[in-house]
């Protein structure tokens, strides 16, 4: 979890409680100015043991995400998170070349079973709810059933389509979710240039 979420979660549980700061730097045994410094953010590096020590004195620890205050509603729940590798960037329109960034990672629920992720562009998708600038999660995977939204290598460029194969006819169609595109059509040799890489399982968007 990132220092600036403990910290937002130190301060919803104080409010939770009712403590002061100075409620706080009692039952925790830290100075009262050194918690005011780390609750406002006047240092850059606070140390690690001084923030899990106030984690402690309020009933906050790693395996409790969200305070107290949040369980007395029903429809909101913990998180448990995982860092997913970005691998660059997916056309939803025409194929763009993939950048592939293994350095980047993007947080998603661990109940998202994915092994990669892409960023992506384009509208050809949005009938499917994926807009430009979304994140796509991806489940790694050679093949997918017809119908399937996947992420589809042509050559050295990326595009996420609706897949649809028809092996009797040795014919790969690959179908986007706005009828303003045509739906892009392999046949016979052609399909040696085109490679499945994942099934899109999930995706996130930004509140707008």
Known sequence: MEFSDRIQLIKAEL?????????????????LSTILKVLSGNTRSPRIDTVEAIERALGLDNKQPLPSLFSRF?????????????????????PIFANEDRESYVQSGREVNADFCLTARGDSMVGARILDGDIVFCHSQEMVDNGEIAAVIIGDEATLKRVYYYPEKKKLVLQAENPKYEPFVYVGGELDEIRIIGKAIAFQSDVK
């Not at 409010?15 to 100075?31: F, Q, V």
């Not at 029903?74 to 025409?94: H, K, Y």
């Open 74 to 94: 029903d429809n909101i729940s913990s998180i448990a998170t995982q860092r997913v590798p970005m691998l660059g960037e997916i056309a939803c329109g025409e």
């Open 15 to 31: 409010r939770n409680k009712g403590w002061k700061y100075a409620d706080l730097a009692d039952s925790s045994g830290i100075p």
